[in-house]
């Protein structure tokens, strides 16, 4: 298991930015790594994912948009979020999984096996 927290998250206005943080601890660093989000009446669905190996994968909602990235020396997950949009709105989520020595590249809900709390991102129009 990787215990997640994950920060960032807040208020914004329809075309403004913000950035997630998801610590990952030293397990972090072995493993294969995603935000998800998840809006009221919605099921979870996968944003971005990145391997241990630096490899991505974006919804095509969020490409162009979205940046996902890892900092190997403070084991952090990290979201760049620009030119939001009032569809974005919901709980994020930061995820982790150590299957396949973090070689797994995913946006399922299901392959991942650790989760955060969770920190919510409301954008405005």
């Known amino acids: 298991q990787v215990q997640l927290m994950e920060s960032g998250g807040g208020s914004v206005q329809a075309g403004g930015s913000l950035r997630l943080s998801c610590p990952a601890g030293?397990?972090?660093?072995?493993?294969?790594m995603g935000w998800f989000r998840q809006a009221p009446g919605k099921e979870r669905e996968g944003v971005a994912g990145i391997d241990r190996y630096g490899r991505t994968i974006y919804a095509d909602s969020v490409k162009g948009r979205f940046t996902i990235s890892r900092d190997r020396a403070e084991n952090t997950l990290y979201l760049e979020m620009n030119i939001l949009k009032p569809e974005d709105n919901g709980m994020y989520y930061c995820a982790a999984t150590l299957v396949v020595n973090g070689g797994r590249l995913s946006l399922q809900p299901s392959d991942y096996t650790s989760w955060g709390q969770g920190t919510q991102v409301t954008v405005s129009s």
């Open positions: 030293s397990a972090g660093g072995r493993a294969s």
